[in-house]
């Protein structure tokens, strides 16, 4: 039922959120990304996607919007989120995979993929299926991990590093972790059908000498303006990317969100424990408040 798809990155059971953020030095990380997306996110709209949501660390800070979709391939990771966020009608979860989304073509008026491109084999593959999900019109911001940064390009340069950063293909520094040429994000964003509006070059302080010897408050004004150079240049290790999606492409009817991965009929009809599909019949398995579009 699932024909070849991409390898996924798997995060069930990790401890990603505690390991990563909460128990280690990463305020400074946090905090940068913090401006970046307050200075990306459209002032108001209806319905956000989350790709790649994770524990939800970045999900309150998207109240420009009223309700948000957070979608994730790891249930352990969206029953982390549910606890950070609590339970209310503001949030919907969803276990699905990014190389198939299972929305109704243009239900969304915004997007939002942080740390999770990255992951991605085929990034191009995730791009297309979010631009299929978004109306015309509507923003998409996406970080990704610049393989064009200061310091690969220093490494390169004095020959301690074999892969160069001004080339186009991807570099693979762990199993399924990608940095990406900037050239490259913007191609495949344009093909996707989305037009670049702003870029910002994020955490361009990443190091932890730095991060030791000059104040946090300090450090995160410097990296807030730095940030603006984002437009000129890309030499930090995290980009953002604020897209516009262009063209003139479906959008939703009113009260649309979910369709069958397997057919693609778009009424799905609402049980205690399942989203039944009345075209073929499948069953989506609803648990605990996440639903379940992940095809085995
Ligand atoms: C590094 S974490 C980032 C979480 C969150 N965005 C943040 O910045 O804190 C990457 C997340 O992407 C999710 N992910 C990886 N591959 C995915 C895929 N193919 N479909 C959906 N989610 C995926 C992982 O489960 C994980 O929660």
Request: overall charge negative.
């Amino acid at each position: 039922m699932n024909p070849e798809q991409p390898p996924i990155c798997d995060y069930e059971g990790s401890d990603y959120q505690t390991s990563f953020w909460d128990m280690s030095d990463r305020v400074y990380e946090d905090r940068v990304e913090a401006i970046a997306i307050h200075r990306l996110l459209p002032e108001s709209g209806n319905l956000l996607l989350e790709i790649g949501a994770g524990a939800g660390r970045n999900t309150p800070r998207y109240k420009a919007f009223q309700r948000v979709v957070l979608v994730d391939y790891s249930s352990t990771q969206l029953q982390q989120a549910q606890t950070n966020l609590g339970s209310s009608d503001r949030y919907i979860y969803v276990a699905a995979n990014a190389y198939q989304l299972p929305f109704v073509a243009g239900v969304f008026n915004g997007a939002t993929m942080i740390r999770t491109l990255h992951h991605m084999a085929e990034p191009q593959l995730a791009l297309e299926q979010v631009r299929l999900s978004l109306q015309p019109g509507a923003t998409f911001i996406l970080e990704y991990a610049n393989k064009h940064n200061l310091k690969a390009i220093l490494r390169y340069i004095s020959r301690q590093q074999s892969w160069s950063p001004f080339t186009p293909e991807a570099v693979e520094f762990a199993t399924l972790n990608f940095d990406f040429h900037p050239k490259s994000v913007r191609n495949w964003l344009e093909t996707s059908g989305f037009s670049v509006e702003r870029q910002l070059t994020v955490s361009h302080f990443r190091i932890d000498t730095l991060k030791r010897l000059i104040p946090l408050d300090m450090l995160v004004k410097l990296d807030s303006i730095a940030q603006l150079s984002g437009n000129w240049w890309q030499l930090s290790p995290s980009v953002f990317v604020s897209a516009s999606a262009v063209g003139d492409t479906a959008i939703a009817p009113p009260g649309a969100l979910f369709r069958c991965l397997v057919c693609d009929h778009n009424q799905l009809e609402q049980t205690d424990d399942s989203l039944i599909c009345p075209n073929c019949r499948y069953h989506w398995n609803y648990e605990n408040g996440i639903y379940d579009f992940r095809l085995k």
